[in-house]
């Protein structure tokens, strides 16, 4: 079954200690998204890439940090530069060029810094 | 800067019944919109996928259409069901910018 999977599920922090979220695919899409999602609030950019070795930063980068090392994987690093990390995150990919521009997500990582 | 608003937040209709979602953007130049729902703890499934130059999407109960003019897009959902029952997301991408905009979502319970 191709789709996104992204672990783990729950994540529990202390403040201070960087936590690594990861996301794969096997869709063998080129571009990868990660998003932020607090309640009230639209999912948010924190970083994206299109390609192999390359990544931009969103709208809330601050704090985080991704690599791209394989087209599968696209981890994030919440940094304990982060002042507020409690939330849900998502990964998403989508084709990348000359694609639909469709967005696919997987089941999210929520994340308690206690 | 674009911005997405969907109105009202929540709403709660009977089963059997046809609703309409609303999703709104103030800039017009999309390249897409695309409809998602959310289960509670979950991630986000992809419903419709409207294009820049289509009207409309159709899946199945659900259907999407987009006014560029307006800057609207609606999703119609035909003889609701209970399992329908979720918070339904619409989110906006410009052309040249690889960043999706998202909407706040409208939560949908359908009571049986």
């Known amino acids: 079954d191709g789709g996104i999977t992204q672990s783990p599920k729950y994540l529990f922090r202390k403040e201070g200690q960087n936590v690594t979220l990861s996301c794969e695919q096997n869709?063998?899409?080129?571009?990868m998204y990660w998003y932020r999602q607090d309640p009230g609030q639209g999912l948010r950019l924190i970083y994206y890439?299109?390609?192999?070795?390359?990544?931009q930063k969103g709208d809330i980068a601050e704090g985080y940090s991704v690599s791209r090392e394989k087209k599968e994987s696209f981890p994030l690093t919440v940094t304990s530069a982060q002042k507020n990390p409690t939330a849900f995150y998502l990964c998403?990919?989508?084709?990348?060029?000359?694609?639909?521009?469709?967005?696919?997500f997987g089941e999210g990582s929520r994340l308690t810094v206690l | 800067k674009q911005e997405v608003t969907q109105i009202p937040a929540a709403l709660s209709v009977p089963e059997g019944e046809n609703l309409v979602l609303n999703c709104s953007f103030t800039?017009?130049?999309?390249?897409?919109l695309q409809w998602f729902r959310q289960d509670p703890g979950k991630g986000l499934t992809s419903l419709l996928l409207?294009?820049?130059?289509?009207r409309e999407q159709t899946s199945g109960r659900l259907n999407a259409s987009l006014d560029k003019s307006s800057g609207r897009s609606t999703l119609y959902i035909a003889a609701s069901q209970p399992g329908d029952s979720a918070t339904y997301l619409c989110?906006?991408?410009?052309?040249?910018?690889?960043?999706?905009?998202f909407g706040t979502g409208t939560r949908l319970t359908i009571i049986p």
């Open positions: 998403a990919s989508s084709i990348g060029q000359g694609g639909t521009g469709e967005l696919f």
């Open positions: 869709l063998n899409h080129d571009a």
């Open positions: 890439s299109q390609i192999v070795n390359d990544f």
């Open positions: 800039d017009s130049a999309i390249y897409n």
């Open positions: 409207i294009q820049s130059s289509q």
């Open positions: 989110a906006v991408k410009n052309f040249g910018n690889e960043k999706l905009t």
